[in-house]
């Protein structure tokens, strides 16, 4: 019998994931990437749970002590700076790019396309075929659409499922050691620091270092409403006058913008925020959306991470969710010999896992919707749920 093949459809985590795992258990594995180059320094911090280590570690990734950072309370703040409540935890952060500079490194011998752009697929009762802008086709028996919230494989087979703004947007930024004031760095270096000024919500957390040096950095994330069709779309207009729709690259951010966000952090924020929210070298801008697959196979094609579903980034998990994925993916390719049979377990094992996220992330995210959509917890609720939850064994050991 030949070699399966899969074809994945997105270079970035959930692509690598899936591509690392589905060699692992032999198949012939290409990746179709839409942006050419390489996506490192794309992301930020990332919250993270034992799965997605379990799944770097089965993928052959040494899992080191650099490659995570410990965070010990929930710690939130008032205006002035002091402490007013505090949750112990044990949580554990690390960094998208040396997540995503592990997997790439992993599949540094099978064959990445970039820019390679799907336009869309063709199936038959044995192969799928995926076409691309630039003309080609290439054929599989497998399709993983890992292409992000946009997903072109969503919109051609469940094109009434897309993504639903929230109401606010992430800013965010990470901040070097040297640059943290003195006064705040161990608080910021070990715990996550939370302001929660009116109809907003801001933290910083610890991250893991970019290369593995032991450079201590930390993040700031700042939600904060914005009118999708006003305030949206002039922060990301660029200073040429363009708008580039509901996202902008950050280094085309306009100065005013980062400007104005730095005197709004002054007026709003604890001390130790703001100083953050000063000392990012280069602020990002999301928008902040739900979504919810209503299925996650079509045949031979099925959907991983972001495509399927985007749980708001309060619960810090969408990484691990990603790693879930395409771990049950190759299980159950693994357990049952047809790939249509293989994808409709694979669906009926992580759909409800995606539902859950997602309503997850709304329960903690609606006090920030504009119009009060809830009302926000307790501080020591949240501050109690905030997050990817407890980590149980520390990665080293796992
Ligand atoms: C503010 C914010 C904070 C977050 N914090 C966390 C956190 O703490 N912890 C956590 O686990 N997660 C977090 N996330 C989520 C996390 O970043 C994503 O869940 C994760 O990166 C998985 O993404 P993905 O690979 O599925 O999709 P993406 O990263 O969006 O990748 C999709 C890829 O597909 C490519 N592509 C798209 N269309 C096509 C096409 N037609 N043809 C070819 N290629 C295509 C794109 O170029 C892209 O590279 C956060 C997200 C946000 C916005």
């Known amino acids: 019998m030949s070699t399966p093949r899969a074809l994945v459809i997105g ?11 589905l060699r692992n258990i032999g198949w012939q594995v290409e990746i179709f990437e839409r942006a050419c180059g390489d996506l490192a320094g794309r992301g930020a911090g990332l919250g993270a749970q034992s799965d997605l280590f379990m799944v770097m570690r089965q993928i052959g990734i040494r899992i080191d002590r650099s490659m995570w950072t410990e965070v010990r309370s929930h710690v939130c703040v008032d205006r002035t700076g002091e402490p007013v409540c505090r949750v112990p935890v044990r949580e554990v952060t690390t960094a998208w790019d040396r997540v995503y500079q592990s997997l790439r490194e992993s599949f540094r011998t099978g064959q990445y396309h970039g820019g390679m752009t799907l336009l869309r697929c063709e199936q038959s009762e044995r192969r799928v075929i995926a076409l691309f802008e630039n003309g080609t086709r290439i054929d599989g028996d497998l399709l993983i659409g890992a292409d992000g919230i946009r997903s072109t494989v969503r919109r051609q087979y469940a094109p009434q499922v897309v993504p639903r703004y929230a109401g606010y947007v992430a800013w965010r930024g990470i901040v070097e050691e040297s640059q943290i ?5 161990a608080t910021t270096l070990q715990d996550m620091v939370f302001c929660l000024p009116n109809g907003e919500l801001a933290f910083s957390i610890p991250i893991a270092d970019s290369d593995g040096a032991g450079h201590r950095r930390c993040m700031f994330v700042w939600f904060r409403p914005a009118n999708f069709e006003t305030t949206l779309r002039d922060w990301c207009t660029d200073a040429t006058g363009v708008c580039h729709g509901d996202s902008i690259p950050p280094p085309l951010i306009r100065k005013e913008v980062v400007a104005d966000l730095h005197l709004a952090a002054r007026r709003l924020l604890a001390p130790q925020l703001a100083e953050l929210v000063a000392g990012a070298r280069q602020p990002i801008l999301s928008a902040i959306f739900d979504l919810e697959t209503t299925r996650m196979a079509f045949g031979r094609a099925a959907l991983v991470g972001d495509a399927a579903f985007v749980a708001r980034p309060h619960v810090g998990t969408s990484v691990t969710k990603a790693a879930q994925d395409a771990w049950a993916l190759a299980d159950e390719l693994v357990k049952e010999g047809d ?3 293989a994808l409709a377990l694979y669906e009926r094992r992580r759909k409800p896992a995606g539902s859950e996220l997602v309503a997850r992330g709304r329960r903690l995210g609606e006090h920030l919707e504009p119009g009060g959509a809830g009302l926000r917890p307790p501080i020591d609720a949240l501050l109690g749920e905030y997050g990817p939850g407890g980590i149980g064994e520390w990665p080293s050991t796992v």
């Not at 959930?14 to 795992?21: E, K, M, V, W």
């Open 339 to 341: 790939v249509g049979a």
């Open 11 to 21: 270079g970035s985590l959930s692509g690598l994931l899936t591509a690392n795992l």
């Open 181 to 185: 004031p003195p006064q705040w760095r």
